[in-house]
């Protein structure tokens, strides 16, 4: 324990005092608009005393875990035919390959044409973008299992289902959860863009979430305290996705190292 | 090249051939079946918006734009990350004095930027670049310090017993040392700016494919969207392709990074 204190008190001088030389900034000029980190902290109490905050996160919340179980579905599968068969894979890789760098966001005008400023075109955008990390990972990993342990379980009859199940998933488990939470990740990154652009073009007659919060803030109310607040609860929630992720990862596979 | 590797190749392309066409055949047939030219064009009609804009040199200056402001945010984001990068990875006091504020600003993605700097820039140029070197920079400077860390020590504590200056075990033993990891950082950096502009220009610029994909969904003109979309598809796959030839020009001892991003 002692030997870490020095350690983190080092690590502490850089933010703090930047957080010090912002408030001497901020107080400083005469418009009252300035963010400034005590009033981000009594916007931080106002929005989440009032419930918009946890609203808008929860639903933002909502609608990545859709997508992304949407993504794991179409993924997990696919990249399992894809890591095993050599023919699968010739076959489906160019239409992988050629949609993969395709910005998620790109896709939303596409989206928004065909859905609407709705939960479905942030739906389309999140699976989009979770897709790709989660099937690329399953593919490696579905391709370094074993290849004596899949010989060893043919050699005693069983069948390609129950092989599948029992000696290829297992192994390629950890590679896929390297996919899932990086897809995890991406899919939250996407969903603010989604939200920000659609809250954007739709003037403000969107959908909600943080992002579009975050949105209405910058054009309508012009709350820069409260646009600070949104983007610190963004960072929040994906350090807490990756580290639930995480966490999750060494309780169901403890023999992994990530 | 010898004749079976020529061959290989070949069978390779014919598979990518037929994929490829088996795509625009079912596109063709649903668009057909849907017969909303708004909501889903033909593939003919996209590859029509293709060669008009490609003719009207609109494609050409929008996609020019937003790779100039790539390569802009990318060249501050690496002298601003490589640097202090091999600081850190070398120096462990630096390092515990500046990681946790990386820490704490690395999970806001460039994305969660865009309100407040569009508050700070307005509409234009300096908001995508803003939002792109941010995006870039923390994917090339943590590529760094794990780069650096990888260097066999002995390499460096050899230059030192030889008394070869500081600077010069940084420019000559530590750097082509981490050279692979940084090449690797770069990368990382490439795909994250290529998004975050996107997602920038969709909302707070007046010029590149980022807007002009809006522009044209705002026109209801879908064929152009398309196009634009496949543009940042392509163009993204070009810079990543470009970035990987050089990790290979550069660092030809390095195996080639496995394709898991």
């Known amino acids: ?258 | 090249m010898t004749s079976s590797a020529t061959r290989r190749r070949a069978a390779s392309l014919l598979v990518y051939a037929r994929t490829m066409a088996l795509f625009v055949v079912a596109w063709y047939a649903i668009a057909r079946w849907t017969a909303n030219p708004v909501l889903l064009p033909t593939p003919l009609a996209a590859l029509d918006a293709v060669v008009e804009l490609a003719r009207s040199r609109e494609l050409f200056e929008h996609a020019a734009i937003s790779l100039g402001r790539m390569v802009v945010s990318l060249c501050i984001a690496a002298s601003l990350a490589i640097p202090l990068g091999l600081w850190m990875g070398l120096d462990r006091r630096l390092d515990a004095l500046v990681d946790p504020l990386v820490e704490l600003l690395r999970p806001i993605s460039g994305i969660a930027w865009i309100p407040l700097a569009l508050f700070i820039f307005g509409i234009g140029n300096a908001l995508p670049v803003f939002i792109m070197t941010y995006a870039a920079f923390f994917p090339i400077l943590v590529g760094t310090v794990a780069g650096v860390r990888t260097v066999d020590r002995r390499l460096v504590d050899a230059a030192r017993t030889m008394g070869v200056p500081r600077n010069r075990i940084v420019m000559r033993v530590v750097v082509p040392a981490a050279l692979p990891a940084l090449l690797v950082a770069l990368r990382l950096g490439v795909a994250t700016s290529w998004t975050a502009v996107v997602a920038a220009e969709l909302i707070g610029a007046p010029s590149g494919v980022g807007y002009a994909v809006e522009w044209y969904r705002g026109l209801l003109m879908t064929p152009q969207v398309m196009a634009f979309i496949a543009t940042i598809g392509v163009l993204g796959y070009a810079t990543d392709t470009l970035i990987r030839s050089l990790t290979h020009a550069f660092t030809p001892w390095a195996a080639d990074p496995e394709r898991a991003s």
């Not at chain 1, 076959?91 to 896709?107: G, H, K, M, W």
Request: proline residues 7%.
């Open chain 1, 1 to 258: 324990v002692n030997a870490i204190g020095p350690r983190v008190a080092l690590g502490a001088v850089l933010p703090l005092s930047l957080i010090a030389i912002w408030q001497a900034w901020g107080m400083a000029q005469p418009n009252p608009r300035v963010p400034l980190p005590t009033r981000v902290v009594d916007a931080a109490f106002a929005m989440t005393a009032s419930g918009d905050l946890p609203m808008a996160i929860l639903q933002s919340l909502g609608r990545v875990f859709a997508g992304f179980a949407i993504a794991a579905l179409l993924a997990i599968p696919l990249g399992l035919a894809m890591g095993r068969s050599r023919a699968v894979e010739r076959n489906v890789d160019p239409l992988v390959e050629s949609f993969r760098p395709i910005a998620a966001i790109a896709i939303l005008p596409l989206a928004i044409l065909w859905f609407g400023t709705g939960t479905p075109a942030a739906l389309m955008i999140v699976t989009y973008a979770a897709f790709f990390p989660i099937v690329l990972n399953t593919i490696a990993g579905a391709k370094r299992v074993n290849p004596t342990l899949v010989a060893a379980a043919a050699t005693m009859g069983v069948s390609r289902w129950t092989t599948l199940r029992t000696v290829i998933v297992p192994a390629a488990l950890p590679s896929i959860f390297v996919g899932l939470r990086i897809g995890l990740g991406v899919a939250w990154t996407a969903i603010v863009a989604a939200e920000l652009a659609v809250g954007a073009k739709a003037g403000g007659g969107g959908s909600g979430g943080i992002g579009q919060m975050m949105f209405i803030f910058y054009a309508y109310s012009i709350e820069l305290n409260r646009i600070v607040v949104c983007m610190i609860a963004v960072g929040l929630v994906a350090l807490l996705l990756d580290r639930l992720l995480r966490a999750l990862l060494r309780r169901l596979l403890p023999w992994t190292h990530a």
